[in-house]
C-alpha cells in the first residue's frame, strides 16, 4: 500500500495530535521543506505563485494518472463552516481534466440513506481508477456533528443502541478497516482537515453578513454550531487520532489564510501523485510492430507520400 507523502502538516499515526498544537496560520518567512523544489514561504505571493506552480503540475500528473488507470485518488475534506472548503476544491482542481476528477458533497442524510450503514452512502460515490474523487464532507460527519448531537443517532434505526462511548469506538474502527481496504485496492487517500481559528470564523462570518452578495452563505444554524466549537474541536481531535494512518493520513492545515491553505492542498496532492511513480502504459508489442504500416497507411490517405 501507498505510505503517506510527508509533511509539516501530516497528522502523527501515534495518536499524539493535539488540537491546541496545530497551526491555524502560516509559518513565518522561512523554508518549509528543503527537500521540495517549491519549498519556500515569505508571504501572499510566494503562496499565490506556489498554487499556480503546483496546478501546472497537477494538470500533468492527472492525465498520467487517467492513462494508467491503476490508482485513484480520494481527497477529503473536513472543517468547520467558513473554513474554505468549496474554495480550495476549486482552486486545486481547476487545472484538472473534468473528465479525471469528480465531487461528491455530502449533506443531512436522506431517508433512503438512513436504511443503510453509515459508509453506504459514500462508498456508492468513490473514484474510479485513473480518476480524483474529492468528498466535500464525508464519512466523518457521522463521528463529528453526530457525535457533537448524539441526539441524532435515535433516527439512524441502530438495532440494540449500545453506549455511546462504544458507538465512537465502533464507528473508528469501521473507518479505520474501510479505508484499508481501499488501500489495499488502489485508492489512495488523502483527507484534509482545514483548521480554522474560531477568531477567523467569526470574521468570515461577519463578512458574509454584511457583503449582499454572501449572506446566502449564512444560516442562524452556524452560530449554534459555532457555539459548541469545544465540542467539536474535542471531536476532530479524537478522530483524527483514531483514524490518521500511513495508508490513509489525515493533513491539518492551517487555514486562516486561505491562499496558503489552498498552495498547500495542491502541494501535498501533487507530491502524493509523483511519489505513485506513474508513468504511460506501454503499448503491446505486437501493436508497436504494426505501427510502421499505420503510419504509411494514414499518410496515404492524406496523400502525404
Given at each position: ?8 502538516y ?8 493535539r ?6 496560520v ?7 521543506d ?7 514561504h515569505?508571504?501572499?505571493h ?8 503546483e ?15 491503476r490508482?485513484s485518488?480520494l ?39 438512513l ?10 460515490a ?12 464525508s464519512?466523518?460527519?457521522e463521528?463529528?456533528?453526530?457525535k ?26 469501521s ?14 487517500i488523502?483527507?484534509?482537515?482545514l ?24 444560516a ?21 487520532r ?15 489564510d ?19 511513480s ?8 505486437a ?19
Amino acid at each position: 500500500m501507498y505510505e503517506a507523502t510527508p509533511s509539516p502538516y501530516l497528522v502523527p499515526f501515534d495518536g499524539s495530535f493535539r488540537v491546541a498544537e496545530a497551526p491555524t496560520v502560516p509559518p513565518k518567512e522561512g523554508v518549509l521543506d528543503p527537500h521540495d523544489d517549491d519549498h519556500r514561504h515569505a508571504g501572499k505571493h510566494d503562496a499565490v505563485a506556489g498554487l499556480e506552480r503546483e496546478i501546472k503540475k497537477l494538470r500533468k500528473l492527472q492525465r498520467v494518472l487517467y492513462a494508467r488507470d491503476r490508482h485513484s485518488i480520494l481527497c477529503v475534506f473536513q472543517a468547520m463552516d467558513a473554513a474554505g472548503k468549496d474554495g480550495t476544491i476549486r482552486a486545486v482542481l481547476s487545472g484538472v481534466d473534468p473528465a479525471g476528477c469528480q465531487v461528491h458533497s455530502f449533506k443531512r442524510p436522506t431517508e433512503e440513506e438512513l436504511d443503510h450503514d453509515f459508509l453506504w452512502r459514500t462508498s456508492k460515490a468513490l473514484p474510479e481508477r485513473g480518476r480524483i474523487g474529492i468528498f466535500n464532507r464525508s464519512y466523518y460527519e457521522e463521528v463529528l456533528v453526530v457525535k457533537v448531537h448524539p441526539e441524532l443517532l435515535a433516527g439512524q434505526r441502530i438495532p440494540h443502541l449500545p453506549h455511546a462511548a462504544e458507538v465512537w469506538r465502533g464507528r473508528y474502527a469501521s473507518i479505520r478497516q474501510h479505508e484499508e481496504h481501499l488501500a489495499r485496492n488502489g485508492v489512495v487517500i488523502l483527507k484534509f482537515w482545514l483548521n480554522v481559528s474560531k477568531d477567523e470564523q467569526a470574521r468570515r462570518f461577519l463578512d458574509r453578513l454584511e457583503e449582499p452578495e454572501k449572506q446566502w452563505k449564512f444560516a442562524a444554524g452556524d452560530l449554534r454550531e459555532r457555539a459548541r466549537w469545544d465540542d467539536y474541536m474535542e471531536a476532530y481531535e479524537s478522530a483524527l487520532r483514531e483514524t490518521s494512518r500511513p495508508w490513509a493520513p489525515w493533513y491539518a492545515i492551517p487555514a486562516d489564510d486561505k491562499h496558503f491553505m489552498r498552495w498547500q492542498v495542491a502541494r501535498t496532492l501533487r507530491k502524493t501523485l509523483q511519489g505513485l511513480s506513474l508513468a504511460y502504459p506501454e503499448p503491446d508489442p505486437a501493436e508497436v510492430a504494426e505501427y510502421h504500416t499505420f503510419r504509411k497507411q494514414l499518410r496515404a490517405e492524406l496523400e502525404l507520400e
